[in-house]
């Protein structure tokens, strides 16, 4: 069964200080992964897509980072404005209909404090 | 362009009423999605769409049906609901498989 597990459930920083959010995997084969942020009461928002171990994207003050067994959301310097939930999702390969299919994890709640 | 657009934003309703779930998306996406958010889980996969005129079943469909009325539009219907059916209910849209999701803001439904 195809497993998805974000760490911490919640974080709290100060504004500036750099931290890691975690997605660990268990799939029978990994066609992407997607990081998602949503904000309270808001759908999630796209932030970046990786495929293959290795993989970094960034975007301002984020990067994702991909191994085989997890991905990394590092923050650096946040800001309150970063403050949101955090969600990965994995694809896993399938030449079917499994392939439309999207395990999420179940978030990480950040809070960034002025 | 206004993305995706869930109707309505808030419903209650009660045990064993029916309602339809409206969505719509301005992006010409060939994809559609139904999913719900309950506290402490994951987003779950109810139906979605692959392309105009076809439908399939996703993680958890009991209880819910699903209609590709047109390339832009995806409805959700709930036949009679259950308070096991109180959650946040989103709708999704993609280009293809591979396509990232763009998401609308939700329906926020509560069955007494």
């Known amino acids: 069964e195809d497993q998805v597990t974000q760490s911490p459930e919640a974080l709290r920083l100060q504004e500036g200080e750099s931290s890691s959010l975690n997605c660990s995997y268990t799939?029978?084969?990994?066609?992407?992964l997607f990081w998602y942020r949503q904000d309270p009461g808001k759908g999630p928002e796209f932030l970046f897509t990786?495929?293959?171990a290795g993989e970094e994207k960034e975007k301002e003050r984020l990067k994702a980072t991909l191994t085989k067994k997890e991905s990394f959301l590092h923050i650096t310097a946040p800001k309150p404005e970063d403050s949101a939930t955090y969600l990965c999702?994995?694809?896993?390969?399938?030449?079917?209909?499994?392939?439309?299919?999207?395990?999420f994890g179940k978030g990480t709640k950040l809070s960034v404090i002025p | 362009n206004a993305g995706v657009t869930q109707t309505p934003k808030f419903q209650v309703l009660k045990t064993g009423q029916s309602m339809t779930l409206q969505c719509a998306q301005d992006?010409?996406?060939?994809?559609m999605y139904w999913y719900r958010q309950d506290p402490g889980m994951g987003l779950r996969l109810i139906y979605y769409?692959?392309?105009?005129?076809?439908?399939d079943k996703g993680e958890v469909p009991n209880g819910y049906n699903v209609s590709r009325l047109n390339k832009r539009e995806f409805s959700l219907r709930l036949e009679s609901a259950a308070p096991s059916q109180t959650s946040v209910y989103f709708c999704?849209?993609?280009?293809?498989?591979?396509?990232?999701?763009?998401f609308g803001n939700g329906t926020r439904l509560t069955v007494t």
């Open positions: 990786l495929y293959s």
């Open positions: 799939v029978s084969g990994l066609r992407g």
């Open positions: 769409s692959a392309s105009e005129g076809t439908t």
């Open positions: 999702a994995v694809q896993v390969k399938n030449s079917g209909a499994g392939s439309y299919q999207l395990t």
């Open positions: 999704a849209s993609s280009e293809d498989r591979d396509s990232p999701l763009h």
């Open positions: 992006m010409n996406h060939n994809s």
